[in-house]
């Protein structure tokens, strides 16, 4: 199994700009989460779909951000306009099921600099 | 709510030594407890998971023992490696709160040579 796939690895925008960040879940797998890692506040749930329905976006920090999943196979998570503390590492996690003790796989990460 | 602390970093060992990071939980019913690790430049990857009350989990020489009665999940590890060099999180998934885990802030392991 090829695992999460996340791209683009690195991201280097300017400010203002429109950033989309993609990811493919592991096929099967039925809930994808979006995470955001900085320094400073740790590891961050933005979003979850279940079946590609948003199930909770109380992470989400502003309207600046959006996320889809049009099919079972594919996410994006949008950031329009972007600013420079939008800058982070941003992973795409999957599982499967409802199950307590299943765990969670994450992506290699999106390293995004908005200058 | 569902939370998890453990204990601060970064924590410096020199190889060989022996490792132990702290983590508690609070929790309604009878969460699950993982670890996963983060190495540089990486996501994170599970590297152990208990389910239930005294079950221990241990996976690459390390060891973690799901104690209810003190709500902990310490990992242990006899004799650390400079490759155990990483972040280790601590987090569980509970009965309530949705499909979320819940993970704690991080503590950076450095193994020097």
């Known amino acids: 199994d090829a695992g999460v796939i996340q791209s683009p690895r690195h991201e280097v925008t300017e400010m203002g700009q429109e950033v989309t960040l993609r990811c493919k879940p592991i096929?099967?797998?039925?809930?994808l989460f979006w995470y955001r890692q900085t320094m400073m506040r740790g590891l961050e749930l933005l979003i979850y779909?279940?079946?590609?329905?948003?199930?909770?976006d109380s992470g989400m920090p502003e309207d600046r951000f959006s996320a889809k999943m049009p099919n079972a196979s594919f996410s994006t998570l949008k950031i329009q306009p972007s600013e420079p503390r939008d800058s982070a590492v941003y992973f795409c996690?999957?599982?499967?099921?409802?199950?307590?003790?299943?765990?969670?796989?994450f992506g290699p990460g999106t390293r995004l600099t908005v200058l | 709510g569902n939370s998890v602390t453990q204990m601060e970093g970064p924590v410096t060992l020199s190889e060989e030594a022996f490792l132990t990071i702290n983590c508690t939980y609070t929790?309604?019913?009878?969460?699950?407890l993982f670890w996963y690790v983060q190495y540089p430049g990486e996501g994170l990857q599970l590297l152990l998971k208990?389910?239930?009350?005294?079950d221990k989990g241990s996976n690459k020489g390390f060891e973690a023992t799901y104690r209810k009665e003190t709500t902990s999940f310490h990992l242990e590890k006899g004799s650390v490696q400079v490759s155990d060099s990483a972040v280790y999180f601590c987090?569980?998934?509970?009965?309530?709160?949705?499909?979320?885990?819940?993970f704690g802030a991080g503590t950076r392991l450095f193994v020097k040579a």
């Open positions: 996690a999957s599982s499967l099921g409802t199950a307590k003790n299943n765990e969670q796989f």
């Open positions: 096929s099967g797998h039925d809930y």
């Open positions: 208990a389910t239930k009350a005294d």
């Open positions: 929790a309604t019913g009878y969460p699950s």
């Open positions: 987090a569980l998934k509970g009965d309530t709160g949705g499909f979320k885990t819940i």
């Open positions: 779909f279940n079946n590609n329905v948003p199930i909770d």
